[in-house]
């Protein structure tokens, strides 16, 4: 069963930076196109940034600049660091995977995990 784990959200001042790490098992992150997506209160989940296997990278214009994905295939996981964190950066967010990088980006997953929480205080 494919199992994705987030972590490393917590509660930074606006400017300040944070590193995001997914985890996964049952699936070699490796092989497949990963994204960051985030949800806030009262508005849809969106996608946040995307890493295809290969490592091409797809960012949400309003990240771009700020928010930098990569992976560590050794490690089998996927991170996201964010700096210069705005007060509308706060949402829960979320990892998930899939041999398809258009899945990816459209985000059609039937499941998630429990996301990890990132809160920024202007």
């Known amino acids: 069963q494919v199992q994705v784990v987030e972590s490393g959200g917590g509660l930074v001042q606006a400017g300040g930076s944070l590193r995001l790490s997914c985890a996964a098992s049952?699936?070699?992150?490796?092989?497949?196109?990963v994204g960051w997506y985030r949800q806030a209160p009262g508005k849809q989940r969106e996608l946040v940034a995307a890493?295809?296997?290969?490592?091409?990278?797809n960012y949400a214009d309003s990240v771009k600049g700020r928010f930098t994905i990569s992976r560590d295939n050794v490690k089998n996981m996927v991170y996201l660091q964010m700096n210069s964190l705005k007060p509308e950066d706060t949402a829960v967010y979320y990892c998930?995977?899939?041999?398809?990088?258009?899945?990816?980006?459209?985000?059609?997953?039937?499941?998630w995990g429990q996301g990890t929480q990132v809160t920024v205080s202007s």
């Open positions: 890493i295809s296997s290969g490592g091409y990278t």
């Open positions: 049952g699936i070699s992150l490796s092989i497949n196109a």
């Open positions: 998930n995977a899939d041999l398809s990088f258009r899945t990816v980006v459209v985000g059609s997953f039937g499941s």
